[in-house]
């Protein structure tokens, strides 16, 4: 293909113009426009060289934002026999934003949608592969400055999405711009899924450090091959001997069996899992152990349970849980919690993050929270 010669040997920052020359040339494209989602997922952000930029565009509320929503190509009729084509810009799941394109005619925006389709899939892999060498597609994702303590959460997660035969999963943080120490985690090897959701305490940087060194010193243990028992053992001596029981970090440690739905649990911590399976929402009870680095030499155990293929398990953090309305109700998982899940049923597991913090927001009755708010959604297919 054409465009994806192109994109491979566009330099990294150079990939727009790549891909509009190709548009351009071979499908008389009259305009091409890339959109990447904001941090907030709120508004999809045009990438341009700064100051001469377009204006963003809502994330729900817009042509572009259709698409991104529903993860399918979206045609616009325009006037003087133009279509303005939306094409999702999505890498194993994970949503990175729209590919704009304008063309003559929506027949012939029809006739080469799946080309188009494809073309914004390629584009989206080549943009994360040059995140390794610029910053502008980073920089293009900002709505506002980030705080320097979201800086180094936002670097350390794996993505906002993904999907796979057996499962879909989504997660977003609140504030986007200003996180402390929540995070997730997720790897995927053949035959298993390994899923961390971590409460760090603290505030700012030192919040961001303690997690950064929890996070890694548990992939470090997870890429040596041990189970999570011992994965969590060793991020205990790795956050006690640096803060020696001053700070310490709340997981929730998952470990999945593709094949057969049998999973693993650490629970160290405050982070809370709820499951909606066959329209009833139930909290998962795990026997609470103590969190990372709060004693010297802690011992964990595995619990297990199962999931079903239909299964739904939401994961929050006590930012979440804990948050009161002005009437004083919690939002937890048999009230106002359960009502959101219920609510959001028909989402994908990509939207239902986004949508279970707003829905948060409308809860506390103002707009600035006191501590992070983090939510993971997985919806569990099996095999």
Do not use: K
């Not at 199962?306 to 953090?317: A, H, M, N, Q, T």
């Amino acid at each position: 293909m054409a465009a994806e010669r192109a994109l491979r040997t566009a330099a990294p920052h150079q990939l727009l113009d790549a891909v509009r020359r190709v548009l351009t040339d071979q499908y008389a494209a009259d305009s091409v426009e890339l959109f990447l989602a904001d941090y907030g997922l709120t508004v999809l952000q045009p990438v341009s060289v700064l100051p001469h930029t377009l204006q963003p565009v809502s994330a729900h509320n817009s042509p572009a934002g259709r698409a991104f929503g529903a993860q399918e190509p979206y045609v616009e009729s325009l006037s003087g026999d133009l279509a303005r084509v939306h094409l999702p810009v999505t890498v194993r799941g994970d949503r990175l934003g729209v590919l704009t394109v304008t063309l003559p005619g929506a027949e012939h925006a029809e006739d080469h949608l799946g080309e188009l389709a494809e073309i914004a899939q390629v584009l989206g892999h080549e943009v994360v592969v040059a995140e390794r060498d610029t910053d502008l597609y980073l920089q293009a994702r900002r709505r506002d400055r980030l705080t320097l303590a979201a800086e180094m959460q936002w670097q350390l997660l794996p993505g906002r999405s993904c999907a796979r035969p057996e499962y879909d999963l989504g997660a977003q943080l609140e504030p986007a711009y200003a996180i402390f120490g929540d995070n997730f985690d997720w790897s995927a090897s053949a035959d298993r899924l390994s899923l961390y959701v971590t409460n760090g305490m603290g505030e700012g940087i030192e919040a961001s450090l303690l997690t950064n060194l929890a996070i890694n010193a548990l992939r470090n243990a997870r890429r040596a091959g041990l189970s999570i028992d011992d994965q969590a053992a060793l991020a205990d001596q790795a956050v006690y001997a640096h803060y020696r029981g001053r700070c310490y970090l709340s997981v929730l440690m998952l470990d999945f069996d593709l094949a057969t739905g049998r999973v693993r649990a650490v629970d160290a911590g405050s982070p809370q899992m709820l499951r909606l399976r066959r329209g009833a929402v139930e909290w998962v009870p795990f026997e609470a152990q103590l969190p990372l680095g709060m004693f010297e030499e802690t011992d964990y155990v595995i619990q297990e349970f199962r999931v079903e293929p239909g299964d739904r398990l939401v994961i929050v953090s006590d930012g979440v849980y804990d948050v009161a309305s002005p009437g004083g109700e919690t939002y937890c998982w048999d009230t106002a919690l359960a009502r959101a899940i219920q609510a959001t049923r028909l989402l994908p597991a990509a939207e239902v993050p986004r949508a279970l913090l707003r829905e948060l927001t409308g809860h506390r009755g103002a707009s600035t929270p006191d501590d992070d708010a983090l939510v993971v959604c997985l919806d569990w297919r099996g095999r």
